[in-house]
């Protein structure tokens, strides 16, 4: 059974920090992919932060700055540093993993249930 398990979320004021984990069971695959998305009642899902195929970090503008991600791919975990929050940032993380095939294509997406982040002004 294939498993992303997601935690950190929870509720900060504004200017707080939160540090969101997702680790991936039971996923096997040689080059996997992960990212961070969000989604908020009133918008659509929306990229948060990523890793480019040469392995550079990518984010939304609205968080450069102040969100880091790392990964430790054979652990099959990501790791988004959130700083200096804003009532905006309020929204369910997701937590997205697919493969890499030899072939260049990626795999259907897996997505992780989410972790809610509030921040109040």
Do not use: H
């Not at 997205?96 to 002004?121: D, F, H, K, M, N």
């Amino acid at each position: 059974e294939i498993r992303l398990v997601e935690s950190g979320g929870g509720s900060v004021q504004a200017g707080g920090s939160l540090t969101l984990s997702c680790r991936a069971f039971g996923y096997i695959c040689l080059r996997v992919d992960m990212a961070w998305y969000r989604q908020s009642p009133t918008k659509e899902r929306e990229f948060v932060s990523g890793f480019e195929s040469d392995g550079a970090a990518t984010y939304a503008d609205s968080v450069k700055g102040r969100f880091t991600i790392s990964k430790d791919y054979p652990k099959k975990t990501v790791t988004l540093q959130m700083n200096d929050l804003r009532p905006d940032d309020t929204a369910l993380y997701s937590c997205r993993i697919r493969c890499l095939y030899a072939s260049g294509e990626y795999s259907e997406p897996i997505w992780g249930q989410g972790t809610q982040v509030t921040v109040s002004s």
